[in-house]
């Protein structure tokens, strides 16, 4: 199983965001294959609209209008891939698609939440478990900030649009060998 890997992501040159000093996210697999993920926002989070923990974390449509973090995972060699969002509050999200932006039916892959936070830093980590395979993964990493003004900032490992797309896997620069 390879080591840990810490990656920076980065704002889209369009939408900086002043409250954020940085978002660091660590890819590691667990012993029993899955994926963890592990980003850290730090700055000052009085200047984000962060959601609040929810008594029960269910899924939930529209997590990227507000804070969340979200992962692209697809097999190296083809166009099928899983979005998944996670938000702080421990929603979360899961889709497949067949291509880019081309809806999929399959089995929901429900990820497991947890998120820690103190004045300064926001801690989440999610937990995906992936069917077992041997193929190499591509990653897309990414984030949705909300500013308590209500503006969007659009952070990832790659911006290679003019707008912001995590759905182009231009922008999905790690690839994971498991």
Avoid: K
């Avoid at 409250?19 to 899955?34: L, N, Q």
Wanted: glycine share 4%.
């Amino acid at each position: 199983m390879p080591a840990a890997t810490h990656l920076n992501l980065r704002p889209h040159p369009a939408t900086p965001c002043a409250a954020v000093d940085s978002i660091v996210v660590t890819v590691a697999f667990d012993p029993a294959g899955h994926l963890r993920l592990t980003y850290v926002l730090a700055g000052d989070l009085s200047r984000l609209r962060l959601p609040a923990a929810a008594a029960r974390p269910d899924p939930a449509d529209g997590l990227w209008r507000h804070t969340c973090f979200e992962a692209f995972v697809g097999p190296d060699d083809a166009p099928d891939y899983r979005e998944f969002n996670f938000a702080p509050s421990g929603h979360w999200a899961a889709y497949a698609f067949s291509a880019e932006r081309v809806r999929a039916t399959a089995p929901t892959i429900a990820p497991r939440i947890t998120c820690q936070r103190d004045a300064h830093t926001l801690t989440l980590e999610a937990l995906l478990p992936l069917p077992p395979s041997s193929a190499p993964l591509r990653l897309g990493l990414s984030a949705v900030i909300e500013t308590a003004d209500g503006a969007l900032s659009y952070w990832a490992l790659a911006h290679p649009a003019p707008r912001p797309d995590f759905h182009q896997r231009a922008g999905w620069t790690l690839r994971l060998e498991r």
